[in-house]
């Protein structure tokens, strides 16, 4: 069954540091591997997805991510931190198999950026 | 309107009450998804219509009744909630019920039941 960790319930970084959150998952096939950022009072929308197409995937926002298969690990950063980028962020694994919904997310991560 | 949208943005309700959330896409989708945030819990999946059929039903209580009549809307019909229930709604929507397909999500409904 595929499923998803997000190390960290709240990270906080000074404004202009490295943004780093952390996502591994576990999946029995090639999965589909998204990030999706929700700030206050929104829903949810799309910062980026893995298709399988090239490792290392850049985003909206200045953001991208690194598939590592062997780490099973699709971790997602940023150069440097913007007061702008305070927000909850998911990751999210979906891979198609049988009986599988399309989404499985993981429980979030709340950036503060501190000015 | 653009995107997915959601009515009403916020609701209290007493616990005996009947009230009904409203999701529309304009994005011409053709799968539609309720979701339960709460502060305890993570994204909880309640409900997922494809081509107007109710494909996944999370053992959700039978308080909460979904339909889904077009391929554009997306109720969620509520009554005899409890306290517990309590949680941003969220409704999303994607191009088919596929494992690769983006949400799209609408900006929620906020329940309060007292």
């Known amino acids: 069954a595929q499923s998803v960790t997000q190390l960290g319930s709240h990270v906080s970084v000074s404004e202009g540091a490295l943004v780093l959150l952390r996502c591994n998952y576990s999946?029995?096939?090639?999965?589909?591997l998204f990030w999706y950022v929700q700030y206050p009072n929104q829903g949810l929308q799309l910062l980026l997805k893995y298709t399988s197409a090239a490792t290392l995937v850049k985003g909206i926002n200045g953001f991208e991510a690194e598939f590592k298969k062997s780490e099973t690990s699709f971790h997602l950063t940023k150069p440097s931190a913007h007061m702008s980028d305070a927000a909850e962020y998911f990751c999210a694994v979906s891979d198609g198999t049988s009986g599988n919904t399309p989404h499985v997310f993981g429980k979030g991560t709340r950036l503060s950026v501190i000015a | 309107e653009t995107g997915v949208t959601q009515t009403p943005r916020h609701l209290v309700m007493g616990m005996t009450n009947k009230k009904s959330l409203k999701c529309e896409q304009h994005?011409?989708?053709?799968?539609m998804y309720w979701y339960k945030q709460s502060a305890k819990k993570p994204l909880e999946l309640m409900f997922v219509y494809s081509l107007e059929e109710r494909v996944e039903n999370n053992s959700v209580p039978s308080r909460f009744s979904p339909e889904c009549p077009n391929s554009s809307h997306l109720f969620l019909h509520l009554h005899t909630l409890q306290p517990e229930d309590s949680a941003l709604y969220l409704c999303?929507?994607?191009?088919?019920?596929?494992?690769?397909?983006?949400?799209?999500f609408g900006p929620g409904t906020r329940l309060t039941v007292l």
């Open positions: 999303a929507s994607s191009q088919e019920y596929l494992a690769g397909d983006t949400q799209y």
């Open positions: 994005l011409g989708h053709n799968a």
């Open positions: 999946s029995s096939v090639p999965p589909y």
